[in-house]
């Protein structure tokens, strides 16, 4: 590529950023009343040519003549009073988009997988299960866990997965986002082996460590790899396949776990990292990554494989660089954490992931098997796992539907208050059911019917949209960061709180606990009222600029 014509195109954004600037700060002053918009602060249109026709060969800054169709590229201007450029996205092709998400999304699904393993393999471990193929206690491959072995092959993952998502935020920012998805592929297999292979409890912990490790990158790199090459307009969609495909590996393992040897299930599930490493193979690397990396002509390669042919990546390509631009100008240091454009999406990524973590998901599902159980059904308890599951990933489904057409902050609310209802009612069932065992007979009903409502309204909302938020509204500068911390919150939190029910069980009985888990629904709504921002069809750009605008707006009006 031309180095003086690469030159030129960025004189040219950096421009339109400046008098991007000038031009708010002009308007503003205009409309000291009005609210500001979430506007993008490049692609100035009088600071370009009124079309990329109008650009001869030498202007173009990917040398020689473009292909590509140019008028996808011209944008329509949002605000007349500050003429800000948006890129008009109508031409962008959705199916390769999908196709990179659900490659990326994949990683979810092998973590589900490692998940959801330990529950059907538990009666096995144990020598609980008829399913056993080794019984002979002299074999090699016999294996009999007791209780506290058993917990520390369930615990570990937690351990691993902690690391993995304190390390995923500089890995992806050092080697790219696909390159360390495809790399996580390793830990996942080789822990596969390990395990499917176990003759001692040693070797089912390091298989259940790398698992766990590999688990936690996925989790801080591809929300953020999913939420930078979609459109604004698919985000909201794809942004629920990661949750989705995590629901999936758990079913996955659930019903393999209905007729298979422990073994056989760990077989199977080493293939996983193997479809995810083949699906990733043709997907191309984040465009903002590689121009980052000083890969622009890359990076235009990858835009229009993701985007299609009909569209014109030249004006997306400039606001990226651009955004580059700036953070390279602006070398991060620790004091940046204390800025509100820092900390703000960064706690507000922490908060999601505990009002996901206390809505009561877990208590929940270690009652499921009961509440089946008290309200009169017969299913075997691998059985009603399934069900579950079923139903959480058919919440899913419809979120996905409805993101888009309703927005994050009214879907979160709806999820919560959906949340805080169901787990009211179980647990206004099991106090009458400590107090009055008659009349929870005639209730017998309402149970089983609030596990169904409560699953179904967590897998639309409070399931995959934490994830989808916390790589939305953080800045491309401290993505990396942001991502790990947001990752390692939620993995903390599951801990804790899966450590805790027994103790808040004991203390406020059972029906204390739901309780307050619906209490803390309850909080979530408020704080989706008052504080979580809307980030449905807005640009990068544009959510970066909610949190500037909001502390510039209060420190005018202190």
């Not at 570990?156 to 986002?177: H, K, P, Q, T």
Request: a neutral charge; glycine letters at 8%; aromatic letters at 10%.
């Amino acid at each position: 590529m031309d180095n003086t014509n690469f030159q030129k195109w960025v004189t040219i954004s950096n421009g339109c950023r400046e008098a991007t600037s000038q031009t708010k700060t002009v308007a503003n002053k205009r409309k000291s009343n009005v609210s500001p918009s979430f506007l993008p602060s490049c692609c100035h249109t009088s600071c370009r040519p009124s079309s990329v026709q109008e650009m001869n060969d030498d202007e173009n800054p990917f040398g020689g003549k473009s292909s590509r169709p140019n008028n996808s590229a011209v944008g329509k201007r949002i605000d007349p009073t500050t003429s800000d450029f948006e890129i008009d996205y109508a031409t962008a092709n959705k199916r390769p988009q999908i196709l990179a998400a659900l490659a990326a999304a994949f990683s979810a699904f092998a973590m589900g997988a490692t998940l959801g393993w330990s529950s059907p393999v538990q009666p096995q471990l144990q020598q609980n299960s008829t399913l056993n193929a080794v019984t002979d206690g002299n074999s090699t491959w016999f294996i009999d866990l007791d209780d506290d072995q058993m917990s520390w092959v369930g615990s570990l993952i937690n351990v691993g997965a902690s690391i993995g998502a304190i390390c995923g935020g500089y890995l992806m920012d050092r080697f790219g986002r696909v390159l360390v998805l495809m790399a996580i592929c390793v830990p996942y297999f080789f822990g596969w082996l390990l395990i499917a292979l176990g003759v001692n409890p040693v070797m089912l912990y390091i298989g259940r460590l790398l698992g766990g490790l590999a688990a936690g990158i996925s989790c801080a790199v591809a929300p953020c790899y999913i939420g930078e090459i979609a459109t604004p307009n698919v985000r909201g969609t794809v942004g629920f396949f990661f949750s989705t495909n995590i629901g999936l590996g758990i079913l996955f393992t659930s019903l393999l776990g209905l007729g298979l040897d422990w073994r056989w299930i760990s077989g199977i599930c080493a293939i996983t990292p193997l479809v995810l490493f083949a699906s990733l193979y043709p997907v191309p690397e984040s465009a903002y990554f590689l121009v980052k990396n000083g890969d622009v002509e890359k990076a235009s390669q990858s835009l229009q494989w993701l985007r299609g042919s009909r569209f014109n990546v030249d004006a997306e390509l400039a606001q990226i660089n651009a955004r580059v631009s700036e953070d390279k100008t602006q070398k991060l240091h620790l004091t940046d954490f204390l800025r509100p454009w820092a900390y703000k999406p960064i706690l507000i990524g922490v908060a999601v992931m505990i009002f996901q973590q206390f809505s009561g998901l877990n208590a929940a599902l270690f009652y499921s098997v009961e509440i089946l159980q008290v309200a009169g059904s017969k299913l075997d308890a691998l059985v009603a796992a399934v069900v579950v599951i079923i139903t959480l990933l058919l919440g899913n489904f419809l979120g996905a539907i409805v993101v888009s057409r309703i927005g994050r902050r009214p879907l979160f609310m709806i999820s919560e208050a959906t949340a805080c209802l169901s787990m009211c009612a179980l647990g206004a069932y099991f106090h009458i059911l400590s107090n009055d065992a008659d009349t929870a007979v005639s209730l017998s009903w309402l149970p089983l019917t609030s596990l169904i409502v409560f699953i179904s309204g967590i897998g639309m909302g409070l399931g995959p949209l934490p994830w989808l938020i916390s790589s939305e509204v953080l800045p491309a500068k401290i993505r990396g960061q942001g991502s790990s911390i947001a990752a390692l919150a939620n993995f903390g939190l599951s801990f804790i709180v899966t450590k805790t029910f027994i103790d808040i069980q004991r203390a406020v009985t059972p029906a204390g606990a739901f309780w307050f888990y619906g209490g803390f629904c309850f909080l979530g709504i408020l704080f989706a009222l008052f504080l979580l921002p809307e980030t449905k069809d807005k640009t990068s750009e544009e959510i970066g600029a909610f949190f500037v605008t909001e502390t510039v707006e209060r420190n005018q009006r202190e």
